[in-house]
Nanobody, 115 residues
Framework: QVQLVESGGGLVQPGGSLRLSCAASGFTFRSYFMNWYRQAPGKERELVAGISITGGSTNYADSVKGRFTISRDNAKNTVYLEMISLKPEDTAVYYC????????WGQGTQVTVSS
């Protein structure tokens, strides 16, 4: 059974930081491209960051460049999203995504940036 389980979300003040984790099971994690998406209320889901199978290549949405860092640990079947200098506009549900020939999604974790 394929599972992607996100954790690490929560309420943080503007300027604060969070680290999201996504633990994968049920498929060959090291063979999949991994991504983080987010969806704010009333908005479409958007790609935040992606990482290649080895971790050697990453890409980011312009809105998070320089503030977010995606990484992966293939030995632990886990992908991370380090977020610093958080802004209220970063408030959203963050989803982990695995993509190769098939695509898998996690259930999401809420990130709220508010004073």
């Amino acid at each position: 059974q394929v599972q992607l389980v996100e954790s690490g979300g929560g309420l943080v003040q503007p300027g604060g930081s969070l680290r999201l984790s996504c633990a994968a099971s049920g498929f060959t994690f090291r063979s999949y491209f991994m991504n983080w998406y987010r969806q704010a209320p009333g908005k479409e889901r958007e790609l935040v960051a992606g990482i290649s199978i080895t971790g050697g290549s990453t890409n980011y949405a312009d809105s998070v460049k320089g503030r977010f860092t995606i990484s992966r640990d293939n030995a632990k079947n886990t992908v991370y999203l380090e977020m610093i200098s958080l802004k209220p506009e970063d408030t959203a549900v963050y989803y982990c995504n695995a993509r190769l020939l098939r695509e898998y999604w996690g259930q999401g974790t809420q990130v709220t940036v508010s004073s």
